[in-house]
């Protein structure tokens, strides 16, 4: 037990723990965002093959972490850094496209999903109605937009690039009110660096739903 919290009354002490959580979380959160931008200025000019292999070794990491979270919490931060940085370097080639082709897209879509994460985050902690039947009905609704994803590969659908950000948007907007509340209803501060991973993702899957919508705004 941490002697931090030994004789403390136990609401104080987990309330404690659950700033102490946010904070750790949220620092993590930042780290592995300065990560990826490292990992996407590295890989600006790599081909696109090496950006591939990127992804598949920031998957890695991440199923890593889940084995790692309970034997060792340096392993895990170290792993959720080369998470940061490999998935940047995944992304780069997305990046470098949009930079040149539309850069205000960028800057619109930074600005939108700075937004959007505050408001829903924020709704997210505050609520005290328990989210978990959300997280799974908005797993489901991840699993059949992956599947109208492919579709739109070899089906043209009038605004089905639209239909498709709007939809990954609402979804997110659901996975970050569920982690945001496990932020206030969790006491493990070793769980920092999993839900760190999972809001980074929340994030960066907003962002670049935001970017596809500004692209085609733009035209």
Known sequence: MDDTYAYRPAGLAARDRTNTL???TM??????TGLFALGAYLGRNLPGGVAFIAYLAAFATLIAM????????QTTVGLLAAFGLLIGVA???????YAGTDPQALWQAGTATALFVAAFGAAGYATRRDLTALARICFCALVALLVLGIVLIFVSIPYGSLIYS???LVIFAGFIMFDFQRLRRSTDVDAAPLLAASIFLDILN???FFLRIFRGGNR
């Not at 889940?66 to 919490?73: A, E, K, L, M």
């Not at 992304?91 to 496209?97: D, G, K, M």
């Open 22 to 24: 946010f904070a750790q």
């Open 27 to 32: 620092g993590y959160v930042a780290v592995t």
């Open 66 to 73: 889940q084995f790692s979270v309970r034997r060792s919490r």
């Open 91 to 97: 992304t780069a080639p997305t990046l470098v496209y």
């Open 166 to 168: 709007v939809l990954g």
């Open 206 to 208: 907003v962002f670049l």
